[in-house]
């Protein structure tokens, strides 16, 4: 079992920015091959933001692409996600998601709230 500490929600107004960050609680003994964030919208279904693979690589939604920045830290178990230019579509609780040894872990979730 594999637990995911998210940090860094809460609420801004348009344009403004926000960091989220999600570690991976416990001592891992293989690498983790993706770490990402997902969130999920009032009244909507989960959606896929960003994933960076263990190499490097990334991936976003077009939604936020060119406004949101993730990032893996030299320790390999936190991935960070900086959102600039937000805005009141972008309200949602964020998820980090890692996959790991063939599972999926998701975090508790944080609120971020975009206020006009």
């Known amino acids: 079992q594999v637990q995911l500490i998210e940090s860094g929600g809460g609420s801004v107004q348009a344009g403004g920015s926000l960091n989220l960050s999600c570690e991976v609680a416990?001592?891992?003994?293989?690498?983790?091959?993706?770490m990402g964030w997902y969130r999920q919208p009032p009244g909507k279904e989960r959606e896929f933001i960003a994933n960076?693979?263990?190499?490097?690589?990334?991936n976003y939604a077009a939604s936020v692409k060119g406004r949101f920045t993730i990032s893996l830290l030299i320790n390999k178990r936190t991935t960070t996600l900086q959102m600039n230019s937000l805005k009141p579509e972008d309200t949602a609780v964020y998820y980090c998601?890692?996959?790991?040894?063939?599972?999926?872990?998701w975090g508790q979730g944080t609120q971020v709230t975009v206020s006009s």
């Open positions: 416990e001592r891992i003994f293989h690498p983790i091959s993706i």
């Open positions: 960076i693979i263990s190499a490097g690589s990334t």
């Open positions: 998601n890692v996959l790991y040894s063939g599972d999926d872990y």
